[in-house]
């Protein structure tokens, strides 16, 4: 049977709207039911209609049919094309009406009124904590799993956020005029070679009031207190365990990978850590950086300083 044109005689009735076609009003009706029939085979996820599921099954194997004939960019989804060709246009159709910045897209504004709102809904299920938007929970999460995605290709340490990464490169090209007496490190600033000497001299000024234990640095006091408080923010994605550290999750994550990154130039053994590959080089070289000042012996590693101490402080 052919519908006249502009007569809609299928209507919802859990909204009234209405349709031309039957299987228009039975898909609609979806929205009402929940019902979503349609699975993605790589993930999992349910859609409600076929279309919507090609569309997203593009995510899987990288498809970007749409190109913009503009710049060249390509996108799965012929709405993320029209979208994109807007900031082409300059056009910003989406204005903010508590502070007047405008936006290419609707999501975009939406994300953007959270910020006037105060709006955080976006939660941590491992420490409570809240976030207006969801990709700052994202990066939030890396300080429990451990996760350091951004390397330096220098000097191979790790950070959580790009912007550390950015900011600790700017230190290798720095000028180091404060040169350490007793092993020749070299700092960029003075209170970086005061800190670090603390090492050659045994000085620990920060105490803590828990235990009496001291230490060289602020900051590794303050994670020490966490063993008295108990706090275990740094949750294992792959066993579930927690620590204390990020750290000690880090080195605690390549068990479940085997991986040992560092290898030793001189013999060939690997290590999970670049500090205990440093540590093991010393063999090599014979460095003896720790240097006791009552009897005058020297040490390769730091425990091994911090253990002969001990018998000074015994007599």
Do not use: M
């Not at 246009?89 to 994300?111: D, P």
């Amino acid at each position: 049977l052919k519908i006249p044109p502009g007569l809609k005689p299928y209507k919802c009735e859990e909204c009234g709207l209405c349709f031309s076609q039957n299987s228009n009003l039975f898909k609609h009706q979806r929205i009402h039911t929940g019902e979503k029939p349609h699975q993605c085979l790589e993930c999992g996820k349910f859609f409600r209609e076929k279309p919507t599921l090609r569309n997203h099954e593009r995510i899987h194997t990288g498809e970007k049919p749409y190109k913009c004939w503009e710049c060249g960019k390509s996108f799965p989804q012929s709405s993320s094309l029209w979208i994109h060709k807007k900031t082409h246009a300059g056009i910003k159709s989406y204005k903010c009406f508590e502070c007047g910045k405008c936006f290419t897209r609707s999501t975009s504004l939406q994300s953007h009124w959270k910020i006037h709102t105060g709006e955080k809904n976006e939660k941590c299920l491992e420490c409570g904590k809240s976030f207006t938007f969801k990709s700052s929970l994202v990066l939030h999460q890396r300080l429990h799993t451990g996760e350091r995605p951004y390397e330096c290709p220098e000097c191979e340490k790790r950070f959580v956020y790009s912007s550390q990464l950015q900011i600790h490169q700017k230190r290798h090209k720095e000028e180091k005029l404060y040169k350490c007496g007793e092993c020749g490190k070299s700092f960029v600033t003075r209170i970086e070679l005061q800190v670090h000497e603390r090492i050659h001299t045994g000085e620990k000024p920060y105490k803590c009031e828990e235990c009496g234990k001291c230490f060289s640095q602020r900051q590794n006091l303050g994670t020490h207190q966490k063993l008295h408080t108990g706090e275990k923010l740094y949750r294992c994605i792959e066993c579930g365990k927690s620590f204390a550290y990020k750290q000690v999750l880090w080195r605690h994550h390549k068990t479940h990978t085997g991986e040992k990154p560092y290898q030793c130039s001189e013999c060939g053994r690997f290590y999970r850590t670049s500090s205990a590959l440093t540590s093991h080089v010393k063999i090599h070289t014979g460095e003896k950086h720790y240097k006791c000042l009552d009897c005058g012996k020297a040490f390769s590693r730091s425990s091994h300083f911090r253990s002969h101490s001990r018998v000074h402080t015994r007599e």
